[in-house]
Nanobody, 120 residues
Framework: QVQLVESGGGLVQAGGSLTLSCAAS????????MAWYRQAPGKQRELVAG???????NYADSVKGRFTISRDNAKDTVSLQMNSLKPEDTAVYYC??????????????WGQGTQVTVSS
């Protein structure tokens, strides 16, 4: 079994910064990709930033230049540094991981979500 545990959400004023962290643990053989998604009330879940194992990154247009995703492969963690936050960034943020388990299955996992609220 695999778990993703997130931390770092909270309330911040517009223009402020937050850092989200996610740690994967359990029966992990390798992590193929990690990413952050978000879901605002009444909206579909959307990709915010992704990072495959090769080190490349991709970002939603709405966060380019403001958010930075990073991974620590040795610790099986992924972080999202969010700067210049806007009220429209308010959402529940979810960690995602594409993992090959120790029983040789490739599976996708989600964290429990962490609330980010940006006040104007």
């Amino acid at each position: 079994q695999v778990q993703l545990v997130e931390s770092g959400g909270g309330l911040v004023q517009a223009g402020g910064s937050l850092t989200l962290s996610c740690a994967a643990s359990g029966r992990i053989d390798s992590i193929n990709a990690m990413a952050w998604y978000r879901q605002a009330p009444g909206k579909q879940r959307e990709l915010v930033a992704g990072m495959p194992s090769g080190g490349s990154t991709n970002y939603a247009d709405s966060v380019k230049g403001r958010f930075t995703i990073s991974r620590d492969n040795a610790k099986d963690t992924v972080s999202l540094q969010m700067n210049s936050l806007k009220p429209e960034d308010t959402a529940v943020y979810y960690c995602y991981a594409d993992i090959t388990t120790t029983w040789r299955r490739r599976l996708q996992y989600w964290g429990q979500g962490t609330q980010v609220t940006v006040s104007s």
